[in-house]
């Protein structure tokens, strides 16, 4: 082992949109519903998948006039949808920098969504050598060509590499291509995952 390649939400960020909403809608039940039916995890992976904000909007307000207005505001502030650092998991990946780990990541992310957000954190993500964005790729994990792609930009072999992942899919689709993977839960499990693979030490 030699590589560690990261995802970014709900691994070194915490995200949801209800994040954003919350913000925005003072009534929980209606918070509630907007986030459940109307700007739904489904609806945004099309965004992950490379598919412009204008495009989804407009579908969308199509269909949910009445909320065309709270709509809008997802693309100009989709950096409030992330509700800051995991615990531990920006340390790590500084202790792992200091370390002289090579670092990566491969993120579903909107190709417009990903520059602005980037650009709020350079201390974290001018550590990592190279990020795969889907929206960029227009593809998007677990299918597996994300990972083989991801693997020849960085210069990897698959055994060479440590994933870390919250999504089980995800964590599945590299497993099967034979690189060393991790359900993301906590840092302290990360953590231990990685001092088992040699790459921190105890």
Do not use: C
């Amino acid at each position: 082992m030699r590589a560690v390649i990261f995802d970014i939400g709900n691994v070194l960020f915490t995200w949801h949109p209800r994040f954003l909403y919350e913000r925005l809608i003072g009534d929980d039940r209606a918070l509630d519903a907007f986030v459940r039916d109307v700007v739904t995890l489904e609806w945004h992976f099309q965004h992950d998948a490379g598919r412009d904000f204008a495009d989804t909007s407009a579908e969308l307000s199509a269909r949910f006039p009445e909320h065309a207005e709270l709509i809008a505001a997802w693309g100009p502030r989709f950096n409030e949808s992330v509700g800051g650092p995991v615990p531990g998991m920006h340390e790590l990946v500084a202790e792992l920098d200091a370390a002289g780990v090579p670092l990566f990541a491969i993120t579903n992310f909107s190709h417009e969504f990903w520059p602005p957000f980037r650009a709020e954190w350079p201390a974290l993500f001018d550590r990592f050598r190279d990020v795969v964005v889907s929206g960029d790729e227009k593809l998007v994990k677990p299918d597996p060509a994300i990972y083989h792609l991801a693997l020849a930009r960085f210069g990897l072999e698959p055994h060479e590499a440590v994933f870390i992942d919250d999504n089980s899919a995800n964590v599945a689709a590299a497993r099967a291509l034979g690189i060393r993977s991790v359900l993301f839960t906590q840092e302290a499990d990360a953590r231990r995952e990685l001092v088992d693979a040699g790459l921190l030490r105890g």
